[in-house]
C-alpha cells in the first residue's frame, strides 16, 4: 500500500498545482465513481500509468490533506477488493485449461489492479472538480441569441412495420404527428382485422394509440422500426400482406370528345371485360412474335353521319299494324243456393255498394283542369328560362359597352398621341403637309390679329416680326425634313437588302408557309451583311480592316469600272487608317465607299436578286458596267 499511496500523492500534487481552486471544491463535495466498460477502463490504465511516470519525475512532493487522503484510501481498497474478486473467478473458470499460462498472468494481473487503482483515484479527483456550485450571480444574456426551434410535426419519416412472428417486411412513409390509433385502423383494412386485435411495439415495449411517431423521438426524414403482433395470436393470427396490382381497370371510365362544335364533353364509357378471344377479320399477323395489328375499319363501328334533316325512311313500310279485338266465348257454368237439404255458407261473400255516378262532362272537366296546372307549370319554367337567357344577354350587352367605351377612350389618346408625334418628329409627306397647313392657319390667324389692333407704324413693325417667325418656323420645318428624308433613305435600303436577301415563300394547301432559300438569296444575304458591316459605326481599327478586306475580296470577283473604283478607295482608307488618321477625317471617304458598294449591290450582274426589285429598264445598266480596260496614262482624281 506504500507504493500506491507514492503515486495517490503524486498525483494530488499535480493536481492542486494545476487546479487549485477544483481541490478547494472537492473538500466541500464527496467524490463520484463513473463506472466505465472493460474496454476503456485497460486504455484510461495504460494513459494514467504514463502520466503518473512523467509527474514523477517532474513534479515535487506535496502534503495532502486527511479527508483526502482518507477517501482515496476507502476508494483503493475497494477497488482491490473487487478485483480481487474477478481475479479469483478468472483463475477458477481456467485452473482446469491453462494452468501453465496462470503462471505468466501473475505479474500481469497486478499490473492491472494498480493502472485500475490509478485510474479510479484519477476518475475520483477529476469528478469532485466537475461540480459546480449553484450561486446568485447575474449574467450577460444575448437578447439577438438563436432560440432553439421546435421539431418539425408536419415531417414525414420512413416506418418499418414487422409482422411478427412471420417477418414480412413492410415499409411506407408516415407522418410523425400521426397517432398510432390511425395507423391500426390502416393495418385492420389491410390484414382485414380488427384494429382492436393490433399491437405496436417499439423497442419491445408496448405503444399506446394516442401516442405519434414524435412521440417516440423520431426526426424528420428518420428511419424507425416497429413491430406488429396479434393480441391473440391463436384465435386472430396476423395475415400475410398481399402485394397490390400495379394497375386495375375500372368497371366505368370518363373519356373527354372533342364534339364538331369545338367544346369537349364527358362521355361515360362502360367496359365489356370479353372472355372469348377476339376473331382475326382483317389486318397483319408479325411472323417472328406473333403480334396481330387489326384494321380499324374492320374492328370498330362506323362513324355516324350528321342528320340532315331529309327523311330517309317511311313509317309506313318499316312499321307492323296491330290490331287487337276483343271476343267473348260461351262458357258454360252452374251455381248454387241454399235451399231444402242443401246449406250454402255466406260468410265469404262480399256486400258490393254502388258509389257517385260520374258523367262524361265531369271526367272530360277534371282532365281540363289538370290539363290546365300541367300547362301552368310548364310555362312558369319557361319564363324562367327566357328571363336567366335575358339576364345574361343584358350582362353581356352591359360589358361589351364597358369594354367599347375603353376601347373609344384608349383610341383617342392613342390618335392624340400620334398627332402629336406627328407634328413633333415629321416622317412622311402628310406629317409635313399637316404643318404646313397649321403654320399657314397660324399666319392667317396673327395677320387677322395685327390688322385689327393695330395702324401705322405698329402695324409694321407687327408684320415684321411675323415674318421672322415664319421664317424661322419654316427653316426648322426644312430641317425636320432632311433629317427624315435621311431617315427614309437609310430605311428603304435596309428594306430593299432584306427583300433581295429573304427566302422564297409560298403558301400550301393547308395554310402553312414553305420557305426555301436560293441561290440568289444566299448571294444577296451575303452582300447585306457586309453593307450592314461596312456602315457600322464605333468598329475598332481591326475590325474596320477586317470589314474593307472581306470587301475587297468580294468585289474583286467582277472586273469593271465600278469595282476597280471600289477597291482603290478601300485601298486609300486603309492606308490612312495605317497612318493614323483621326475618323472624324474619313467620313467622307467612307460615304463614297457605302455609296458605290450599294451601287454594286442594286446592280443585276452582281446580285441577280436585285433585278426583280428595281423599277428601271436595266438594259442600259448592263452597258453602263460592262467591263472596260483602263488607259495606262489614265489618272483619276477622287
Same mark, same amino acid.
Not at 321 to 333: A, F, G, V
Not at 485 to 495: H, L, P, T, V, Y
Not at 567 to 581: K, S
Given at each position: 500500500?506504500?507504493?500506491?499511496?507514492?503515486?495517490?500523492?503524486?498525483?494530488?500534487?499535480?493536481?492542486?498545482?494545476?487546479?487549485?481552486?477544483?481541490?478547494?471544491?472537492?473538500?466541500?463535495?464527496?467524490? *463520484?465513481?463513473?463506472?466505465?466498460?472493460?474496454?476503456?477502463?485497460?486504455?484510461?490504465?495504460?494513459?494514467?500509468?504514463?502520466?503518473?511516470?512523467?509527474?514523477?519525475?517532474?513534479?515535487?512532493?506535496?502534503?495532502?490533506?486527511?479527508?483526502?487522503?482518507?477517501?482515496?484510501?476507502?476508494?483503493?481498497?475497494?477497488?482491490?477488493?473487487?478485483?480481487?474478486?474477478?481475479?479469483?473467478?478468472?483463475?477458477?473458470?481456467?485452473?482446469?485449461?491453462?494452468?501453465?499460462?496462470?503462471?505468466?498472468?501473475?505479474?500481469?494481473?497486478?499490473?492491472?489492479?494498480?493502472?485500475?487503482?490509478?485510474?479510479?483515484?484519477?476518475?475520483?479527483?477529476?469528478?469532485?472538480?466537475?461540480?459546480?456550485?449553484?450561486?446568485?450571480?447575474?449574467?450577460?444574456?444575448?437578447?439577438?441569441?438563436?432560440?432553439?426551434?421546435?421539431?418539425?410535426?408536419?415531417?414525414?419519416?420512413?416506418?418499418?412495420?414487422?409482422?411478427?412472428?412471420?417477418?414480412?417486411?413492410?415499409?411506407?412513409?408516415?407522418?410523425?404527428?400521426?397517432?398510432?390509433?390511425?395507423?391500426?385502423?390502416?393495418?385492420?383494412?389491410?390484414?382485414?382485422?380488427?384494429?382492436?386485435?393490433?399491437?405496436?411495439? @417499439?423497442?419491445?415495449?408496448?405503444?399506446?394509440?394516442?401516442?405519434?411517431?414524435?412521440?417516440?423521438?423520431?426526426?424528420?426524414?428518420?428511419?424507425?422500426?416497429?413491430?406488429?403482433?396479434?393480441?391473440?395470436?391463436?384465435?386472430?393470427?396476423?395475415?400475410?400482406?398481399?402485394?397490390?396490382?400495379?394497375?386495375?381497370?375500372?368497371?366505368?371510365?370518363?373519356?373527354?370528345?372533342?364534339?364538331?362544335?369545338?367544346?369537349?364533353?364527358?362521355?361515360?364509357?362502360?367496359?365489356?371485360?370479353?372472355?372469348?378471344?377476339?376473331?382475326?377479320?382483317?389486318?397483319?399477323?408479325?411472323?417472328?412474335?406473333?403480334?396481330?395489328?387489326?384494321?380499324?375499319?374492320?374492328?370498330?363501328?362506323?362513324? *355516324?353521319?350528321?342528320?340532315?334533316?331529309?327523311?330517309?325512311? =317511311?313509317?309506313?313500310?318499316?312499321?307492323?299494324?296491330?290490331?287487337?279485338?276483343?271476343?267473348?266465348?260461351?262458357?258454360?257454368?252452374?251455381?248454387?243456393?241454399?235451399?231444402?237439404?242443401?246449406?250454402?255458407?255466406?260468410?265469404?261473400?262480399?256486400?258490393?255498394?254502388?258509389?257517385?255516378?260520374?258523367?262524361?262532362?265531369? @271526367?272530360?272537366?277534371?282532365?281540363?283542369?289538370?290539363?290546365?296546372?300541367?300547362?301552368?307549370?310548364?310555362?312558369?319554367?319557361?319564363?324562367?328560362?327566357?328571363?336567366?337567357?335575358?339576364?345574361?344577354?343584358?350582362?353581356?350587352?352591359?360589358?361589351?359597352?364597358?369594354?367599347?367605351?375603353?376601347?373609344?377612350?384608349?383610341?383617342?389618346?392613342?390618335?392624340?398621341?400620334?398627332?402629336?408625334?406627328?407634328?413633333?418628329?415629321?416622317?412622311?409627306?402628310?406629317?409635313?403637309?399637316?404643318?404646313?397647313?397649321?403654320?399657314?392657319?397660324?399666319?392667317?390667324?396673327?395677320?387677322?390679329?395685327?390688322?385689327?389692333?393695330?395702324?401705322?407704324?405698329?402695324?409694321?413693325?407687327?408684320?415684321?416680326?411675323?415674318?421672322?417667325?415664319?421664317?424661322?418656323?419654316?427653316?426648322?420645318?426644312?430641317?425636320?425634313?432632311?433629317?427624315?428624308?435621311?431617315?427614309?433613305?437609310?430605311?428603304?435600303?435596309?428594306?430593299?437588302?432584306?427583300?433581295?436577301?429573304?427566302?422564297?415563300?409560298?403558301?400550301?394547301?393547308?395554310?402553312?408557309?414553305?420557305?426555301?432559300?436560293?441561290?440568289?438569296?444566299?448571294?444577296?444575304?451575303?452582300?447585306?451583311?457586309?453593307?450592314?458591316?461596312?456602315?457600322?459605326?464605333?468598329?475598332?481599327?481591326?475590325?474596320?480592316?477586317?470589314?474593307?478586306?472581306?470587301?475587297?475580296?468580294?468585289?474583286?470577283?467582277?472586273? =469593271?469600272?465600278?469595282?476597280?473604283?471600289?477597291?482603290?478607295?478601300?485601298?486609300?482608307?486603309?492606308?490612312?487608317?495605317?497612318?493614323?488618321?483621326?475618323?472624324?477625317?474619313?467620313?467622307?471617304?467612307?460615304?463614297?465607299?457605302?455609296?458605290?458598294?450599294?451601287?454594286?449591290?442594286?446592280?443585276?450582274?452582281?446580285?441577280?436578286?436585285?433585278?426583280?426589285?428595281?423599277?428601271?429598264?436595266?438594259?442600259?445598266?448592263?452597258?453602263?458596267?460592262?467591263?472596260?480596260?483602263?488607259?495606262?496614262?489614265?489618272?483619276?482624281?477622287?
Amino acid at each position: 500500500m506504500s507504493e500506491q499511496e507514492d503515486m495517490v500523492n503524486e498525483i494530488d500534487e499535480k493536481n492542486n498545482e494545476n487546479s487549485p481552486e477544483e481541490n478547494d471544491d472537492s473538500k466541500e463535495e464527496p467524490a *463520484v465513481e463513473i463506472p466505465k466498460p472493460e474496454e476503456e477502463e485497460t486504455k484510461d490504465n495504460n494513459i494514467s500509468d504514463e502520466k503518473v511516470d512523467d509527474k514523477s519525475e517532474k513534479d515535487d512532493e506535496k502534503p495532502n490533506t486527511a479527508e483526502e487522503k482518507t477517501e482515496i484510501n476507502n476508494a483503493n481498497q475497494k477497488d482491490a477488493t473487487r478485483d480481487e474478486e474477478e481475479k479469483n473467478d478468472k483463475e477458477t473458470s481456467g485452473e482446469n485449461a491453462e494452468n501453465g499460462a496462470l503462471e505468466e498472468n501473475v505479474p500481469e494481473v497486478k499490473e492491472d489492479e494498480t493502472r485500475q487503482q490509478i485510474n479510479a483515484e484519477k476518475v475520483t479527483i477529476e469528478t469532485t472538480g466537475m461540480s459546480t456550485e449553484v450561486t446568485n450571480e447575474e449574467h450577460e444574456t444575448d437578447p439577438h441569441a438563436a432560440s432553439p426551434q421546435p421539431p418539425v410535426i408536419n415531417a414525414t419519416a420512413t416506418v418499418k412495420f414487422v409482422l411478427m412472428p412471420s417477418g414480412q417486411v413492410h415499409t411506407m412513409a408516415c407522418a410523425l404527428n400521426q397517432t398510432m390509433f390511425d395507423l391500426k385502423v390502416h393495418f385492420a383494412t389491410e390484414l382485414r382485422m380488427t384494429s382492436d386485435t393490433i399491437v405496436f411495439m @417499439y423497442d419491445g415495449n408496448g405503444v399506446d394509440n394516442n401516442v405519434t411517431l414524435a412521440d417516440l423521438g423520431v426526426g424528420p426524414n428518420g428511419a424507425v422500426q416497429m413491430e406488429i403482433s396479434s393480441s391473440d395470436p391463436v384465435n386472430n393470427p396476423l395475415k400475410q400482406l398481399k402485394p397490390k396490382p400495379e394497375y386495375i381497370m375500372p368497371d366505368v371510365i370518363t373519356v373527354k370528345v372533342l364534339r364538331d362544335s369545338g367544346e369537349f364533353e364527358d362521355v361515360v364509357v362502360e367496359i365489356e371485360r370479353s372472355v372469348h378471344r377476339k376473331p382475326f377479320i382483317g389486318g397483319y399477323r408479325h411472323r417472328l412474335n406473333g403480334i396481330e395489328y387489326h384494321h380499324a375499319a374492320a374492328q370498330t363501328r362506323p362513324k *355516324v353521319k350528321p342528320d340532315d334533316g331529309i327523311e330517309k325512311f =317511311c313509317r309506313d313500310t318499316q312499321t307492323v299494324r296491330e290490331k287487337n279485338q276483343r271476343q267473348q266465348t260461351h262458357i258454360d257454368t252452374s251455381t248454387q243456393m241454399t235451399g231444402i237439404g242443401c246449406y250454402v255458407s255466406n260468410m265469404t261473400d262480399k256486400l258490393l255498394v254502388p258509389g257517385k255516378y260520374q258523367t262524361a262532362d265531369e @271526367y272530360h272537366e277534371i282532365i281540363l283542369m289538370k290539363v290546365i296546372i300541367l300547362q301552368s307549370y310548364f310555362r312558369r319554367w319557361q319564363a324562367k328560362r327566357i328571363v336567366a337567357s335575358l339576364k345574361i344577354d343584358l350582362a353581356k350587352r352591359l360589358d361589351w359597352e364597358r369594354m367599347e367605351e375603353i376601347r373609344k377612350i384608349k383610341e383617342k389618346e392613342d390618335r392624340i398621341r400620334k398627332e402629336f408625334e406627328r407634328r413633333m418628329n415629321p416622317k412622311s409627306k402628310e406629317d409635313f403637309d399637316l404643318l404646313y397647313h397649321a403654320l399657314e392657319k397660324w399666319r392667317k390667324e396673327e395677320l387677322a390679329a395685327i390688322d385689327t389692333s393695330m395702324e401705322g407704324a405698329r402695324r409694321k413693325a407687327a408684320l415684321c416680326h411675323l415674318l421672322d417667325q415664319e421664317t424661322q418656323l419654316l427653316a426648322s420645318i426644312g430641317r425636320h425634313k432632311l433629317d427624315a428624308s435621311a431617315d427614309n433613305k437609310q430605311q428603304e435600303i435596309q428594306k430593299f437588302l432584306d427583300t433581295a436577301a429573304g427566302p422564297k415563300r409560298w403558301k400550301a394547301y393547308d395554310g402553312k408557309y414553305t420557305e426555301m432559300d436560293t441561290a440568289y438569296t444566299i448571294r444577296a444575304k451575303e452582300l447585306r451583311d457586309i453593307y450592314n458591316s461596312l456602315t457600322m459605326r464605333y468598329l475598332t481599327q481591326d475590325e474596320r480592316l477586317d470589314v474593307l478586306l472581306t470587301l475587297k475580296h468580294t468585289v474583286k470577283e467582277h472586273d =469593271c469600272k465600278l469595282t476597280q473604283e471600289i477597291i482603290e478607295l478601300i485601298d486609300r482608307e486603309a492606308d490612312l487608317l495605317m497612318r493614323g488618321v483621326k475618323e472624324g477625317n474619313l467620313d467622307g471617304l467612307r460615304k463614297r465607299i457605302s455609296t458605290l458598294f450599294l451601287q454594286y449591290i442594286k446592280t443585276p450582274t452582281f446580285n441577280p436578286e436585285a433585278a426583280r426589285l428595281l423599277k428601271v429598264s436595266q438594259g442600259w445598266v448592263k452597258g453602263l458596267f460592262t467591263p472596260a480596260p483602263i488607259p495606262a496614262n489614265a489618272v483619276r482624281t477622287i
